[in-house]
């Protein structure tokens, strides 16, 4: 799995700063770093089919908020729902809509150079994403998350972890490269304390994303990674994903086209077990409130 990050992340790099060379240099709009608030919605789906008997769609719409206070204090909201449909040759076709955790946090904000900013937070989830009933609708519910996590690239996978209390500490970077480029990173460990009969268990999320600007187009790419220390029916659950799109500002308004891809097992292209792999997402991003320095 190392090995994979590294070639993954190098591929990431060369392929940006090629793209980079070729854009004239212009300042890269970051409106959550201007605006007090902002509320950000992430709708994505993905279709699946498992050979000739079963094929499942997925939706996924996670919900983002936060408000910025000048003292560099922050507060945040994340949560969503996934809605899940499974057809099944010679059964009827099942079909259900679960909610994902809801996260509430707290940041504090810091410039750490003129062209560097870092945060901090902690995030607590109430579980929202339980089982659900009887043999059957378990198993949907099941599917469901993990076909929101991979259908998002493993964005915010916290939001779509079931029966657990997730606490999760973050510390991130932006760094507003010379005038066209902004490049951010996040680490995020967390403990995943179980509501049902499973074991609690430490978890770690990862995101590196490199974005471009020309005019008011935006364009980006991505490496998202999550990992827990307890692999779930005995199976590893470890992931990483290639996230990338484009966008464009309008206003105080960011609407873009978001594509995901798992990179390796167990919910990359090359595997052949019935999985999902791959989603596609609609990201709209406003901004409210006063202007910030």
């Known amino acids: ?23 004239v240099a212009t300042p890269l709009a970051e409106p959550s770093a201007r605006h007090a608030a902002h509320v950000g919605l992430d709708a994505a789906f993905t279709t699946s089919p498992h050979g000739p008997t079963v094929d499942t769609f997925g939706t996924a719409l996670r919900l983002a908020g936060d408000y910025h206070f000048e003292n560099g204090v922050a507060l945040t909201l994340d949560g969503g729902f996934v809605s899940e449909s499974l057809a099944v040759e010679d059964d009827s076709p099942r079909h259900g809509v679960f909610p994902g955790n809801l996260l509430l946090g707290a940041a504090f904000e810091r410039k750490l150079r003129a062209e560097l900013d870092g945060a901090l937070s902690l995030r607590v989830g109430a579980p929202l994403a339980l089982y659900s009933g009887g043999i059957d609708d378990n198993r949907l519910a099941e599917l469901a998350y993990t076909v929101a996590s991979s259908a998002q690239g493993f964005r915010e996978p916290f939001v779509w972890q079931m029966n657990v209390v997730p606490l999760v500490l973050g510390v991130a970077a932006a760094w507003h490269m010379p005038r066209w480029a902004l490049l951010t990173a996040e680490l995020s460990p967390s403990y995943l304390i179980s509501v049902n ?13 490199w974005a471009l600007q020309h005019g008011a187009l935006i364009g980006h790419v991505g490496l998202n990674y999550f990992a827990s220390t307890l692999p779930l029916e005995n199976r590893d659950r470890d992931q990483l994903a290639l996230r990338f799109g484009a966008a464009i500002l309008v ?3 960011r609407v873009g086209v978001d594509v995901s891809f798992g990179l390796d097992t167990p919910y ?8 999902p792999w791959w989603g596609m997402a609609l990201v709209v991003d406003s901004y409210f409130g006063p202007r910030r320095p």
């Open 1 to 23: 799995m190392q090995r994979r990050v590294t070639t993954a992340l190098a591929l990431l790099f060369s392929t940006a700063a090629a793209h980079g060379a070729e854009l």
């Open 197 to 209: 009969q499973r074991p609690s268990r430490a978890a770690l999320s990862a995101h590196l994303d």
């Open 251 to 253: 206003a105080k308004q």
């Open 268 to 275: 990359g292209a090359n595997q052949t077990d019935p999985h």
